[in-house]
């Protein structure tokens, strides 16, 4: 049985920091996935939070420093809009870094949002999964080497809300979810646990005062993961690692 490893916790003076350092991150764990397995496998987060870093990844300082040909772009979550509506995540992540990076388009894989419903989405999300990882659909989770996530103001993550019957999918890769209380009001379609913990990096980058009590009662272990989903993230072999700014790490303390 593999031990959970313990949550790695580190604390910087704003958000800029955080992001610059998250950006750094994602390059170092980009080049150990790829001397390891020959690629980098990595799920991009939705919602404001990572959008700074994925712009800093693209900027002529960082971009060099990782080898795009051999980068595979995933999503963990998606609203359930075209992807030219601006709260899209696979529109935002376009416009930060996939239009600025030379990611080869075949290995660029957006949630699709032009399904029959969102349940038929996450279907073919799955399958998508199953190929690019060439495991069988019906098998163990795919492995993503890194899974960035945020962390809503009621403890969400990707698009995991509280109370939600994704909650308690245990086999399918990928499902759907109606909106949770926070905007966009739209469905979504989101990885599952069983994925995001079989992963073997997740990374949350979380920023900002409102984030303070979600941070504390998920990190203290006081919230259930029915309560606030971020707590069901414990990859069962893989690493995981909180960057968050000082003022979302009000509530709590790092180990060193
Ligand atoms: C989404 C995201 C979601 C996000 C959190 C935090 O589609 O909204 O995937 O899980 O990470 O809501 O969002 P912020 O970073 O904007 O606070």
Not at 82 to 91: A, G, L, Q, T, V
Request: proline residues 11%.
């Amino acid at each position: 049985m593999t031990a959970v490893s313990q949550p790695v916790l580190r604390v910087y003076r704003d958000a800029d920091r955080l992001a610059a350092e998250a950006a750094d991150h994602i390059i170092a764990s980009a080049g150990e996935a790829v001397r390891a397995r020959g690629r980098f496998t990595l799920a991009l987060a939705g919602g404001s939070t990572p959008e700074k870093t994925y712009s800093l990844l693209a900027e002529p300082a960082r971009a060099p420093r990782i080898d795009w040909s051999k980068v595979f772009l995933f999503f963990g979550d998606e609203r359930y809009l075209p992807p030219e509506d601006s709260r899209s995540n696979f529109n935002m992540a376009r416009r930060a870094l996939l239009n600025r990076v030379a990611v080869p388009p075949g290995q660029v894989f957006p949630i699709p949002t032009d399904c029959k419903d969102p349940a038929e989405s996450a279907a073919v999300y799955a399958r998508t999964l199953a190929t690019a990882f060439g495991v069988p659909p019906d098998g163990p989770p795919p492995r993503f080497d890194l899974v960035l996530l945020g962390l809503g103001d009621d403890g969400h993550t990707a698009s995991l809300f509280p109370g939600a019957a994704a909650l308690n999918e245990d086999r399918a890769w990928v499902t759907s979810s109606p909106p949770g209380v926070l905007p966009p009001p739209v469905d979504r379609v989101t990885l599952t646990f069983p994925v995001l913990n079989a992963a073997y990096e997740a990374l949350f980058l979380v920023a900002g005062e409102k984030k303070a009590g979600p941070l504390h009662d998920v990190m203290t272990g006081k919230a259930s993961r029915v309560q606030m989903p971020a707590a069901g993230v414990r990859p069962t072999d893989g690493a995981l690692v909180w960057l968050v700014d000082r003022a979302a790490a009000r509530l709590v303390r790092p180990a060193s």
